[in-house]
T-cell receptor, first 117, second 114 residues
């Protein structure tokens, strides 16, 4: 149980275009989802936390107008990278936690590798 | 403020050697959770263990063992008789009570040579 999927697994786009990444909890309801970014050979950095039905909370330094997060249902959150530039190329990972979790565990998706040309 | 330090950036060992990955954390919370994850070259995080702050028992799972010591704020991970398949980046993470956020360490890249 507790499976999280991401789509697409990789994407290549041209500079200036927007890219949408989906994160789905397949077998549980995710009240909270998290989006991370990981540059090569670096750690995971939390970008934002989203709760179903409310606005996402962004970490300091993350541009909310550039990284649009929608958590419209208990099983789906989307991250849209708007007007992508080469410096946005990274590995994006989502995670989710359910409403019955009482020990803070997050379940991670497999990640999406974004390359902006 | 919460912080996780993995001082070892990269470790190389020869197959069958034992290796310990260090993790030191900082938090003011009395209730918190510690995690270890493995990230192979594919990128997907693999959950290894979760430990809460009230459970200081060491744990062994096959070739893996964990040593949690609150007195030194450490949660170290040992792989016994390492194998080439253990080659990966290993992350230690901390989550405080009520926030659910993870604070990740910088990771330790383990290379096991045949």
């Amino acid at each position: 149980g507790a499976v999280v999927s991401q789509h697409p697994s990789w994407v290549i786009c041209k500079s200036g275009t927007s890219v949408k990444i989906e994160c789905r909890s397949l077998d549980f309801q995710a009240t909270t989802m998290f989006w991370y970014r990981q540059f090569p050979k670096q750690s995971l950095m939390l970008m934002a936390t989203s709760n179903e039905g409310s606005k996402a909370t962004y970490e300091q330094g993350v541009e909310k107008d550039k990284f649009l997060i929608n958590h419209a249902s208990l099983t789906l959150s989307t991250l849209t990278v708007t007007s992508a530039h080469p410096e946005d190329s990274s590995f994006y990972i989502c995670s989710a936690r359910g409403n019955l979790e009482d020990h803070n565990e997050q379940f991670f998706g497999p990640g999406t590798r974004l390359t902006v040309l | 403020a919460q912080k996780v330090t993995q001082a070892q950036t990269e470790i190389s060992v020869v197959e069958k050697e034992d290796v310990t990955l260090d993790c030191v954390y900082e938090t003011r919370d009395t209730t918190y959770y510690l995690f270890w994850y493995k990230q192979p070259p594919s990128g997907e995080l693999v959950f290894l263990i979760r430990r809460n702050s009230f459970d200081e028992q060491n744990e062994i799972s096959g070739r893996y063992s964990w040593n949690f010591q609150k007195s030194t704020s450490s949660f170290n991970f040992t792989i016994t008789a390492s194998q080439v398949v253990d080659s990966a980046v290993y992350f230690c993470a901390l989550s405080g009570s009520g926030t659910y956020k993870y604070i990740f360490g910088t990771g330790t890249r383990l290379k096991v040579l045949a």
